[in-house]
């Protein structure tokens, strides 16, 4: 299957301090990627989508100035957030689809983040 | 939006038990996707269903499409099979995910 790796896979930062989360499709190019979210003992959320070469698209309820994402090359998504605050603390998770139609999902590890 | 329902919740077996969790989803998908949880946090890809039985070692999956259904089948279950169980759909061709709630499986020794 499809690898996707994410950095860091911990995080401790300071109240008002951004982080960067990066991912990566080590094994093919993903023009999408997507950004999710996970409070302890439920479910992820879908957070936004990452478009390679143009905006990310937010779903609804998510700050586009909190959470930035860039896409700039065919194999890296990054997802930084800005002026972090407790209640930012949680496991982010990303995701993309290898090219060839099935549309199947593969997830990388996760970066847990904990805001002081 | 489509609305994922898994069942049960929770779910402790001893080993050696088998078992089946189910998920419900409200509309036609293009993908349905089930994924075992790791205690680290890491998603394994189990099956990719959008329909039809597909088969891998001791876990099965079943999607009946018409019906709104998939059911995951776990047989002979390990101590490693312990974690939680997603079911994520795709509607509509935009790739995004939905996701059900989960099921937490405890396989004892």
């Known amino acids: 299957g499809a690898v996707v790796s994410q950095h860091p896979s911990r995080v401790i930062c300071k109240s008002g301090t951004s982080v960067k989360i990066e991912c990566r499709s080590l094994?093919?190019?993903?023009?999408?990627m997507f950004w999710y979210r996970q409070f302890p003992k439920k479910s992820l959320m879908l957070m936004a989508t990452s478009n390679e070469g143009s905006k990310a698209t937010y779903e609804q309820g998510v700050e586009k100035d909190k959470f930035l994402i860039n896409h700039a090359s065919l194999t890296l998504s990054t997802l930084t957030v800005t002026s972090a605050h407790p209640e930012d603390s949680s496991f982010y998770i990303c995701?993309?689809?290898?090219?060839?139609?099935?549309?199947?999902?593969?997830f990388g590890p996760g970066t847990r983040l904990t805001v002081t | 939006g489509i609305q994922v329902e898994q069942s049960p919740p929770d779910l402790i077996l001893q080993e050696g038990a088998n078992s089946t969790l189910r998920c419900n989803f409200s509309d036609s998908v293009n993908n349905l996707q089930w994924f075992h949880q790791n205690p680290w946090g890491q998603l394994i890809n189990l099956f990719y269903?959008?329909?039809g039985t597909k088969q891998n070692g001791r876990l099965s999956a079943t999607t009946v499409a018409t019906e709104r259904y998939s059911l995951l089948y776990i047989s002979s279950s390990q101590t490693t099979d312990s974690g939680v169980y997603f079911c994520?759909?795709?509607?509509?061709?935009?790739?995004?995910?939905?996701f059900g709630k989960g099921t937490k499986l405890t396989v004892n020794p």
């Open positions: 094994d093919f190019q993903a023009t999408t």
């Open positions: 269903i959008p329909s």
């Open positions: 994520a759909v795709e509607q509509g061709g935009s790739e995004k995910l939905v």
């Open positions: 995701s993309a689809s290898p090219p060839g139609g099935s549309y199947e999902q593969y």
